[in-house]
């Protein structure tokens, strides 16, 4: 009987110590949201300006047009833009036509008979000068002041410029640290406050999104944005992190 005993005994601890080898004690996380935000100014401006020029005949509409490209071109350089920077786009050119609606009674009749006729008003032709460059100043400038050709009688119309900061990539890359470096900061002040609790090891890390506002501006999107209306831009970058808990 003794020795049935023992083995029972013997039996319910190995189990038991099996039991603890197979159900190793659960894993605490924490889950945390970092982000870090920067002041960029943009080094790359790109900027268009149109013109047209309208004529009954589509022969003379694109030699006005030529001319008037040709006056801008001029404009440009001697505002100091280098001539690889600018860059004449390809023409486009169309009959306008406008609709004449008239309404006749025709004899015999009482009802009106509305007719509808297109009438030629000449040909429209356009072309686009873009400018690309890193004198961001400069350009802005010309952009300013190309619609001093109105006076010349060139028909020119100045888009508004867009801003951009090129070594964007490199950027990324720097503020996605700074991000994974808040949000541990995070995890460590709430599991300080919360008693004895260290942070562990790095689990997960899932990078959301990343926009570029004009600066001061807090406007934020799924995709995420990226202004290119601003000179001066902000960008934030946005990090979700898990870590272990000890």
Sequence with gaps: MALAIALVWSTSIAAGTWREVRSPREKHTIRVTGSAKKRIVSD?????????????????????????RDKAVAFLLAQGIKPDEIQPQSTNSHEVFEKVIEEKILPGTTVPVRTETKVSKGFLTQESIRVRSKDVARVEKASREITSLLEQGVSVYSEAPKYFYT???????????????????????????AGNAVIGKLIVADMGIININPANATDTSEEGNNDTTSFEKDIITILHVQFEVN
């Design 167 to 193: 070594p964007l990539g490199e950027l990324k890359v720097e503020m996605l640290a700074a991000a994974a470096k808040d949000a541990r900061v995070r995890a460590e002040n709430i599991l300080r406050s």
């Design 44 to 68: 790359l401006i790109q900027w268009e300006a149109d013109i047209e020029a309208r004529a009954p005949d589509r022969t003379v509409a694109y030699k006005t047009l030529r001319e008037g």
